[in-house]
């Protein structure tokens, strides 16, 4: 059983393009949610979905950050318009019920 | 704010001494769990406590949960160079799904 896959493992973008981050979750999970971690920081949640729906995305910044988790596929991240406070490593991770498991995060460098 | 707070911030160690770490919350919680992570990599799940048990083992980590002081600890025996990582405490509230985590504490373990 794989683990929770995520892509790309390092993402280089310039101001004002947009980055797709994607999630592939451990088979048979249909919970999936997606952190941002700072350097020297813990993980700070962004959004908890469930398969076609956001179930809490009180953590997304209100522009630019979107998020969704397909019927089929991975879930995608969708950050438009990057600016360079959103350089930070991107992790998803997936559940059945309490325990989560992390992917190896995908790191976003804005130059 | 932070909802768990990890405490030391880093602590370094010999390798065969025990390490132990805290963490405190803020509000009632479901449960609490510890993860670990290497360096540049992703969040591994080393343990989860309920909030009506008080005290927990898995191989050589031992937790506790005091949820009167808001307060765990995680107790690392004989510890290992491998054990190098930084740790953190992840807090789950009744009707949230999402994991609030701590800042963190850098374990070093020296040969």
């Known amino acids: 059983n794989a683990g929770v896959m995520q892509n790309p493992r390092h993402l280089v973008r310039r101001r004002g393009q947009e980055a797709r981050l994607r999630c592939s979750p451990m088979?048979?999970?249909?919970?999936v949610y997606w952190y941002r971690q700072l350097p020297e920081e813990g993980l700070k949640f962004m959004v908890y979905?469930?398969?076609?729906?956001?179930?809490?995305e009180s953590g997304m910044p209100k522009e630019r950050f979107s998020a969704e988790f397909p019927k089929e596929g991975p879930s995608i991240l969708r950050i438009q318009q990057v600016v360079r406070g959103d350089s930070a490593a991107y992790f998803c991770a997936s559940s059945e019920r309490y325990e989560r498991y992390f992917g190896p995060g995908t790191r976003l460098t804005v130059t | 704010s932070q909802q768990g707070e990890e405490d030391p911030q880093a602590l370094s160690i010999q390798e065969g001494e025990n390490a132990t770490m805290n963490c405190s919350y803020k509000?009632?919680?479901?449960?609490l769990q510890w993860y670990r992570q290497n360096s540049g990599r992703g969040l591994v799940h080393l343990i989860l406590?309920?909030?009506?048990?008080r005290e927990k083992h898995s191989g050589r980590l031992r937790v506790t949960l005091d949820t009167s002081k808001k307060s765990s600890s995680l107790l690392i025996t004989a510890s290992r160079a491998a054990d190098t990582a930084s740790y953190f405490c992840?807090?789950?509230?009744?009707?949230?799904?999402?994991?609030?985590f701590g800042k963190g504490t850098k374990l070093t373990v020296n040969p």
């Open positions: 088979k048979g999970h249909s919970h």
């Open positions: 509000t009632s919680i479901n449960n």
């Open positions: 979905l469930q398969k076609e729906n956001i179930i809490d």
């Open positions: 406590i309920r909030s009506n048990e």
């Open positions: 992840a807090t789950e509230m009744g009707g949230s799904e999402k994991l609030v």
